[in-house]
T-cell receptor
């Protein structure tokens, strides 16, 4: 069964460093998402991506964050200068599309645990 | 903004017992998702409900969406230790017909005692 994959599973970085989190969405999906979950808190939406551009972003997704789909299969989240409060589990999700919008079923990857020291 | 309240926050049941988890929205839901999460791991898609009164079942798990589309329940029959985990409900927020983000509840931690 197709699934969303994410690498690495765990990333440890020093404050101020750049990190890139990688995701391979399900192959026939056209909508891509990043969410994050700070330990013990709710899963929060960061950004959605469709047709090679950001569709929607939350207030969490500030100028330190960027997303890219460089090669038609990978979907990446970059944090330019990490802060302690960026420590969280980051989930990638992908969804199918129907006329007028996504089919609404979003499938999540296993997550990347980011630890900022 | 859309708020989702889940209850209870945690639940401990004996193996074999039935249980229900509730999810209540502050606004009419466009779509309601149920996911299961093991602590520190990814979200496993369980079911999605869209129509008022809709009910879906998978193995021993049944999810319902009320007619007003503001409340959903997840019912597990004859619970097993494999059902243990965190159950999350998520609401579909349409945005001008484009890619839709999900808003999640706080989750219900389910423990099943053997």
């Amino acid at each position: 069964e197709p699934e969303v994959t994410q690498t690495p599973s765990h990333q440890v970085t020093q404050m101020g460093q750049e990190v890139i989190l990688r995701c391979v969405p399900i192959s026939n999906h056209l909508y891509f998402y990043w969410y994050r979950q700070i330990l013990g808190q709710k899963v929060e939406f960061l950004v959605s991506f469709y047709n090679n551009e950001i569709s929607e972003k939350s207030e969490i997704f500030d100028d330190q964050f960027s997303v890219e789909r460089p090669d038609g299969s990978n979907f990446t989240l970059k944090i330019r200068s990490t802060k302690l409060e960026d420590s969280a589990m980051y989930f990638c999700a992908s969804g199918t599309a129907t006329l007028g919008g996504p089919k609404n079923e979003q499938f999540f990857g296993p997550g990347t645990r980011l630890t900022v020291l | 903004s859309q708020e989702l309240e889940q209850s209870p926050q945690s639940l401990i049941v004996q193996e074999g017992k039935n249980l229900t988890i509730n999810c209540t929205s502050s606004k009419t839901l466009y779509g309601l998702y149920w996911y299961k999460q093991k602590y520190g791991e990814g979200l496993i898609f369980l079911m999605m409900l869209q129509k008022g009164g809709e009910e879906k079942s998978h193995e021993k798990i049944t999810a319902k969406l009320d007619e007003k589309k503001q409340q959903s329940s997840l019912h597990i029959t004859a619970s097993q230790p494999s059902h243990a985990g965190i159950y999350l409900c998520g609401a579909d927020i349409p945005y001008l017909g484009s890619a839709r983000q999900l808003t999640f509840g706080s989750g219900t931690q389910l423990t099943v005692l053997p």
